[in-house]
């Protein structure tokens, strides 16, 4: 089982609507969690860091954590063709000094 | 500021032949981090190094070698090189204490290997 789970897609969505990204994970020492998006032949970009559980709220986009489910969720809302992306979930441990991956959604936003 | 920087941003090598991948890290940050990403995959920790030194290391065997030098720049060889090696390599600095710690990674835009 890897540590991180995601659901590759492809998403495709027309413009203006929610979109609803998901990980889930095995590792119950797992406390920060991040997503990041990356653009096809680009780095990975930080877009949301959430420490243990609750909801983190920026602009147009909303990161949950659950432990107890050990299910984190990014929503982004009034979704734009730019948003066209890869949607990568990462989180660690406390003290831990690497990320832990999943292996992304491919998100398709229709004009 | 600026940000990280790879280099060269693609290569093509045969199997059996060795790769140096450099990165310059972000101002500021003291460690340095690879990953290795598949095509359709996320990235996979290779290894991290602060201070100069190691400090932690995925699931890759010693063919992956990295240094960090004084200015925190990296550079990440692979010797004996095979086809699965083929993917993007993505150098990730950070600010850390003792190399723990980092809830944010600054990735460049990688180096895209190919193994023939």
């Known amino acids: 089982q890897k540590e991180v789970e995601q659901d590759p897609g492809p998403l495709s969505v027309p413009e203006g609507a929610i979109v609803s990204l998901n990980c889930t994970y095995s590792?119950?020492?797992?406390?920060?969690f991040m997503w990041y998006r990356q653009y096809s032949r680009k780095g990975p970009e930080l877009l949301m860091y959430?420490?243990?559980?609750g909801n983190k709220e920026d602009g147009r986009f909303t990161a949950q954590v659950d432990k107890s489910s050990k299910y984190i969720s990014l929503f982004i809302r009034d979704s734009q063709p730019s948003d066209s992306a890869t949607y990568l979930c990462?989180?660690?441990?406390?003290?831990?000094?690497?990320?832990?991956f999943g292996s992304g959604t491919k998100l398709n936003v229709k004009p | 500021e600026t940000g990280v920087t790879q280099s060269p941003t693609h290569l093509i090598k045969t199997r059996g032949q060795q790769v140096t991948l450099r990165c310059s890290s972000q101002?500021?940050?003291?460690?340095v981090s690879w990953y290795q990403q598949a095509l359709g995959q996320g990235p996979q920790f290779i290894f991290q190094?602060?201070?100069?030194?190691?400090?932690g290391r995925g699931n890759f065997p010693p063919r992956f070698s990295g240094l960090q030098f004084p200015n925190y720049s990296s550079e990440l060889n692979v010797n004996a090189l095979e086809l699965d090696d083929s993917a993007l390599y993505l150098c990730?600095?950070?600010?850390?204490?003792?190399?723990?710690?980092?809830?944010?990674?600054?990735f460049g835009a990688g180096s895209r290997l190919t193994v023939l």
């Open positions: 990730a600095s950070s600010l850390t204490s003792r190399g723990q710690g980092a809830n944010v990674l600054t």
């Open positions: 590792n119950s020492a797992f406390q920060y």
């Open positions: 959430t420490y243990s559980s």
């Open positions: 990462a989180m660690r441990g406390y003290n831990f000094n690497k990320f832990y």
């Open positions: 101002s500021g940050h003291n460690t």
């Open positions: 190094y602060y201070r100069e030194e190691e400090n």
